[in-house]
């Protein structure tokens, strides 16, 4: 997610915002915002890199990936750069923070999704030292909305006025999440996603076959692309779902993390409303999307799928609500309606 030996961005959309930043980017702190998938957090990092790089030949533009603070980032050893995650993203990402500790009841526990209090008292203590190898100090913080109300505040202070020399990158998927005290205290730069062409190239490169396809299901977002592919949905798969939904073949979804499943379920069930009110599928090939589907029964689908995702933590006995979904689907796909619209009959999933 940096840059390395051969100077390579990490990904290649970013050249143009990461020569925006360093040219004018002159304050403390900045709020990247950008969507999910796009590349947020290698952005932040490249930019903490080229910040801290040694190579007096790249100052203010982009990282060496040679001298010696670019090889400390790229072990995530640096220590003038403190990159602050949810304890479920520094273990995806595995960069984790000096007091970490893995205790033994720990494969029990869910990870954290939020910024703790404590980790960004941790992380004030940090900005209060003096640089190791005196370029200055930069703190990373991703996603910024995983900070809650009592962290966010804690952070206030050190956002406003950080110990010299030292810079803060946060970033969000929407500013409109963070407190606005934390907003106010920040320049804003937005990361743009890039077009279906680089992205699809670049995505051809990581060896995904029909990126087109993988790109369409994920709104533009090569990142999600490509983990949906990494995790066995490929572009044959994705086009094969619409069918075998209207089919109520439930195999078809087998093997799917359950967030997964239901944000696909929901993406069909969007297309499927479309094709039904006569416009084009937006995730999957139009003409795989049934378009005759009854629109009650859209509806009540669209809300049940909803219910179900904002619950993704719950201990669902999988295979069974995954089938009840796939059942609601296949009725709301149905070409003729209910001659009694009043009610479905959709047996409700327990919260």
């Known amino acids: 997610m940096v840059v390395d030996a051969d100077g390579v961005l990490p990904l290649p959309w970013l ?5 925006t930043a360093l040219a ?25 890199q080229a910040w801290l790089c040694e190579d007096s030949a790249a100052a203010g533009r982009r990282p060496c990936g040679r001298c010696g603070s670019c090889r400390l980032v790229q072990a ?13 993203l520094r273990r995806a990402h595995d960069w984790p923070l000096a007091d970490d500790r893995i205790e033994p009841d720990d494969s029990k526990r869910k990870p954290s999704r939020q910024i703790r209090v404590d980790e960004v008292r941790s ?3 940090w900005a209060t030292r003096t640089s190791a190898r005196g370029r200055g ?3 990373v913080l991703h996603p910024a909305d995983a900070l809650n109300a009592q962290s966010a505040n804690a952070l206030l202070k050190t956002l406003e006025e950080p110990p010299a020399g030292t810079r803060l990158v946060l970033t969000t998927a929407d500013p409109a999440l963070l ?10 730069l937005e990361l743009p996603a890039p077009t279906a062409e680089a992205g699809g190239a670049w995505l051809a490169a990581q060896g995904v076959a029909q990126p087109a396809v993988l790109l369409a299901a994920c709104s533009g977002r090569p990142l999600d692309a490509l983990a949906l592919a990494q995790a066995g949905v490929d572009a044959a798969a994705w086009m094969a779902l619409p069918e075998a939904v209207a089919r109520g073949q439930a195999a078809v979804l087998a093997g799917w993390p359950v967030p997964q499943a239901v944000d696909a379920l929901q993406k069909l069930c969007h297309d499927a409303m479309a094709r039904a009110a006569g416009g084009p599928a937006l995730y999957f ?9 009854d629109w009650r029964a859209l509806a009540t689908w669209s809300q049940e799928l909803a219910r179900i995702s904002r619950h993704a933590d719950h201990p669902w006995q999988e ?25 479905r009959g959709f047996a409700k999933l327990p919260a």
């Open 15 to 19: 050249a143009q915002p990461l020569g």
């Open 24 to 48: 004018t980017h002159r304050g403390h702190a900045l709020l990247v915002h950008g969507a999910p998938g796009v590349g947020a957090l290698p952005f932040a990092l490249v930019l903490a």
């Open 76 to 88: 995530h050893v640096h220590p003038d750069l403190l990159v602050l995650l949810p304890e479920a």
């Open 123 to 125: 992380l004030i203590g």
């Open 137 to 139: 100090k930069v703190a």
């Open 179 to 188: 407190l606005p005290t934390v907003r106010s205290r920040c320049q804003r």
């Open 285 to 293: 090939p139009t003409q795989r999307v049934p378009a005759a589907g």
């Open 319 to 343: 295979a069974l609500m995954i089938d009840a979904l796939v059942t609601q689907g296949r009725q709301a796909l149905a070409v003729s309606p209910p001659a009694t619209p009043a009610r």
